[in-house]
């Protein structure tokens, strides 16, 4: 059964369209994370929540915004992507005292 | 967190063993070596994590002397299905220790 479970798996949209990709988990883990991953790259961490507590990553761009309402669900805004978005989007979780994440499979993100 | 070096690619052949190794000269008292596995398309995936000598589970063994200031990863008769990306991370558990960062990885191809 899927831990954390990101949808939709692939989300196409236009340039400067705002997007929203989201994320849910059934581990009731304290932190999640977004990652940007482009082709043959690593992943690369946009920011995480700490329970509810934000954390950005320095280089993040501000086109990028994260909520989280709740412990289980953590959204992931673009607010007018550009080709450069285009990328997997991956959702993680951890528990608070631990180190070992778990991930989502991933939203793929096209650009036109 | 200690920045951590592995080779770029590794190619291996079906029914080898494969032996991937990552250095990571600053790693600190408190740091536990962990790696993840990633297919295409997917998020990647937890194999096993170490702090000294030996850990072996049901997929692979890792490999860790005294020094700490490397590991190794094998991978015991690899098949068509073990290529992948392999990461290394290096950090501590819980609170802000707990984020890891994903370095370039290994991608290993293994051929029939």
């Known amino acids: 059964d899927a831990m954390v479970i990101q949808n939709p798996r692939y989300q196409v949209t236009q ?3 705002p997007v929203t990709l989201s994320c849910s988990q059934t581990l009731n883990h304290n932190v999640m994370y ?3 991953q482009k082709s043959s790259q690593a992943p690369k961490l946009l920011f ?3 329970d509810k507590d934000f954390n950005n990553e320095a280089d993040t761009p501000d086109n990028f915004q994260s909520r989280r309402p709740n412990t289980s669900f953590c959204f992931l805004d673009i607010r007018s992507p550009g080709l450069g978005d285009a990328a997997m989007y991956l ?3 951890r528990t608070g005292q631990g180190n070992i994440q778990y991930f989502g499979a991933g939203t793929r993100l096209s650009v036109l | 967190l200690a920045k951590t070096t592995q080779p770029i690619s590794m190619d291996s052949y079906e029914g080898q063993e494969v032996n991937i ?3 990571h000269n600053n790693i600190a008292t408190n740091d536990y070596i962990t790696w ?18 030996k850990v072996t589970n049901e997929v692979a063994s890792l490999f860790i002397p005294a020094d ?8 015991p008769r690899v098949s068509l299905s073990d290529t ?13 220790q707990g984020n890891l960062i994903f370095g370039k990885g290994t991608k290993l191809s293994v051929k029939p």
């Open chain 2, 36 to 53: 993840y596995q990633q297919f295409p398309s997917q998020g990647p995936r937890f194999i096993i994590q170490g702090y000294k000598t």
């Open chain 1, 48 to 50: 995480h929540y700490y």
């Open chain 2, 68 to 75: 700490r200031k490397s590991s190794t990863l094998s991978l």
């Open chain 1, 15 to 17: 340039f400067g369209k």
């Open chain 1, 34 to 36: 977004w990652y940007q």
């Open chain 1, 91 to 93: 959702c993680a979780t």
């Open chain 2, 21 to 23: 190794t990552c250095s």
């Open chain 2, 84 to 96: 992948a990306v392999y990461y290394c991370l290096v950090g501590g558990y819980g609170g802000s």
